[in-house]
């Protein structure tokens, strides 16, 4: 049976105003029933997307979780690997201070052999100046007492 042989025998046991009557009714409890579908719909709809962002959120919180992990190893291997480093370059300059330190020492206790060696070389020339002084006042002496004796026989 069509919609229009439905309609035809209702305008006979209804009437023309029973039967708009009743379309109406009809009519506005189908937008009812629309309403209500469409309410149930987006309730549906907005349970399922908080579930999915739950999930949604649970993933990426172990996701981070993950890789905060991660990046707390690296950085910890990165520590770890930059304290060895930092502990071989302060033994290298410990070791490299240490020889530099024995090379000071060699090289003082060399500059003082050599300035003992100065002193022996003035102390012995101290004594040949101290030497020839002795020859050269002497030498003055016996020429400053021969020009006397050379000036009291001219003179006398």
């Not at 708009?20 to 029933?33: D, H, P």
């Not at 309403?35 to 349970?47: I, K, N, S, T, Y």
């Amino acid at each position: 049976m069509g919609k229009l042989s439905a309609l035809n025998v209702l305008k006979e046991k209804l009437g023309e105003d029973g039967v708009n009557a009743l379309l109406e009714v009809l009519e506005e409890e189908r937008g009812r029933t629309r309403e209500d579908l469409f309410q149930v719909l987006e309730e549906r709809f907005a349970r399922r997307l908080a579930e999915e962002m739950g999930k949604l959120r649970s993933e990426m919180y172990k996701l981070f979780a993950q890789h905060s992990a991660e990046v707390d190893e690296k950085i910890e291997n990165l520590r770890s690997e930059m304290t060895e480093k930092i502990e071989g370059l302060r033994s290298e300059m410990h070791d490299e201070i240490g020889k530099l330190r024995a090379e000071v020492h060699q090289e003082i206790a060399k500059v003082w052999n050599e300035i003992g060696k100065l002193r022996a070389e003035m102390h012995s020339m101290k004594a040949d100046i101290i030497k020839w002084m002795f020859v050269f006042w002497v030498s003055q002496t016996l020429v400053i007492i021969g020009v006397i004796f050379a000036l009291m026989r001219f003179l006398g």
